[in-house]
Structures are given as structure tokens and as C-alpha cells.
């Protein structure tokens, strides 16, 4: 099983920046695609942004030029860098694994709150 552990959330004023990690332990061999989604009060819970193993990514319409997702093999580790955040960010956000075999697994979540 995969364990993934976030941090990096907090406080910041519109425009702001904050960078989250998400360190993976456990059978980090089978892990394939990883993420970042996020939950806003209210909302449903949205993929934010998503990177293969291959280094592919995508982003959400909402994000994109914003946020970058990148992945460090060596330290097991993905990284949500957030740049000119806005209040519509708010959220709780999540790092999600996938594995080959296609088993799931979630991190417990940061929260991020921007200020208006």
C-alpha cells in the first residue's frame, strides 16, 4: 500500500504563493499517475492537477498558468507550487496516487485559505 502524507497549506492573501508536498511511502514502485484535487466548502472535489510517471500533466481551466505539479523520484515526493492565488482557491486540498494495478490512495489533506 501507498501512504501519502500533505503539507505545505496555510493563510495567504490574494496573490499570494504557497507550495504543497505530498510524500509518498509504502509500495511507491507501483505508483502511476499522482494528483492534487481540491474540495471547497460547498463543492464537490475537483482534480486540480495531475502528473504520469512519464512526466505528462495536466491542469484544471482554473489553474492553469498558476499552478505547477511537478514530482521528485528521489525523495518520493509531488509538489503543488501555487503562484497569484485567489480567494476561489480555498479549499482542502489532497494528494492522490494511483497505482498501476489501479488501487487508490489519499493523503489526509492541507488546508489552504486565501484571503480576500
Known amino acids: 500500500q501507498v501512504q501519502l502524507v500533505e503539507s505545505g497549506g496555510g493563510l495567504v492573501q490574494t496573490g499570494g504563493s504557497l507550495r504543497l508536498s505530498c510524500v509518498a511511502s509504502g509500495s511507491i514502485f507501483s505508483i502511476n499517475t499522482m494528483g492534487w484535487y481540491r474540495r471547497a466548502p460547498g463543492k464537490q472535489r475537483e482534480l486540480v492537477a495531475a502528473?504520469?510517471?512519464?512526466?505528462?500533466?495536466n491542469y484544471a481551466d482554473s489553474v492553469k498558468g498558476r499552478f505547477t505539479i511537478s514530482r521528485d523520484s528521489a525523495k518520493n515526493t509531488m509538489y503543488l507550487q501555487m503562484n497569484s492565488l485567489k480567494p476561489e482557491d480555498t479549499a482542502v486540498y489532497y494528494c492522490?496516487?494511483?497505482?498501476?494495478?489501479?488501487?487508490?490512495?489519499w493523503g489526509q489533506g492541507t488546508q489552504v485559505t486565501v484571503s480576500s
Open positions: 492522490k496516487a494511483e497505482s498501476l494495478a489501479r488501487r487508490i490512495a
Open positions: 502528473i504520469t510517471s512519464g512526466g505528462t500533466v
